[in-house]
């Protein structure tokens, strides 16, 4: 496990030997910093049918299943959809299921991952079953914007928080995985996850891609062809990292170790030209995530432009 995660679960142990049983909990993570590890363990620890102190057996039936994902017991819900939400049917389905007796008697597991997703109408469904939960039903909710759950449902659940690591906690677990922690470094200014080269490698490699295309355009290639490499790719990616190496830019001086690492250093297109298409990039981002129509690859060929546009008044 992860070390910025151990006073997390050294908590969790204590409310593990505590006299009341806990039902729902929410485990509240770093932006950019998933806490699997430490949710995993938890969950194997509730369904494992002889759990040594705050640690499942790993090898009961129970066990087994849960490692392999294929548990009856563990129920998984997340956002959904092109809007990213937790509507009411699943909490509806798992409410229903929660009432039931466990498939292989030692509890029954509903994991909330991405929790804030829920929309009103879920939360409410959920904190109707959290208010008096079933013997043996547990829910445990993941989040790392806990400020947008329902109040009320906060108040239901046993809050644990995760702290996020030193930066030199973060490069001795890059090490410690055979990570180089150059690429942690990079995923982080390029996606704001430190972890996405390990967790996410897909995500980071093409955050990386519209890295490349970045400098290419500034260096003079084509925008348009630029952007039309990335009319297919999630295009949440694609705008974060435009987003992020704009604001690196916008650092500049002051943070000259990204500058070098992003090779963004040297002379750079006034501030209030990176500001102007900065607020491009998050408005095509907002109008994405409130899925007002947006034309994608019209979006990312304006942006691209514009990126090649305020480069193109800097002398070389
Ligand atoms: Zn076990």
Known sequence: ?????????SQIELALAGATRVQSWCFVYPSGL???QLTDRFVARLVCLAPQGADSCGTCASCQMNHESTHPDVTFIGPEGAAGMIKVGPIRDAVKLAYMTPSLGAARVFRVVGADAMNEESSNALLKV???????????????SPGRLLPTLVSRLRMISVKPPESEELAQYAHSISVDPMRL?????????PLAPEQNAERFALAEQVL????AVRGGQDPEVA????????AETVLITLSRVIEACIRGPHDPLA???LRLDGPRPPDAMLFQLHDRVQEVRRQAVQRIHVNVPMALGMLFSGWAFIWSKVLR
């Open 130 to 144: 959290i208010e008096e939960p079933p013997q043996g039903s547990f829910f445990v909710l993941e989040t790392s």
């Open 212 to 215: 490349t295309a970045m400098q």
């Open 227 to 234: 952007a039309k490499a990335f009319v297919k790719q999630d």
């Open 259 to 261: 500058a070098e690492i």
């Open 1 to 9: 496990m992860a070390p910025w995660l151990s006073a997390a679960w």
């Open 185 to 193: 470094r990079r995923a982080e200014l390029l996606l704001g996850e």
């Open 34 to 36: 998933p806490i699997n």
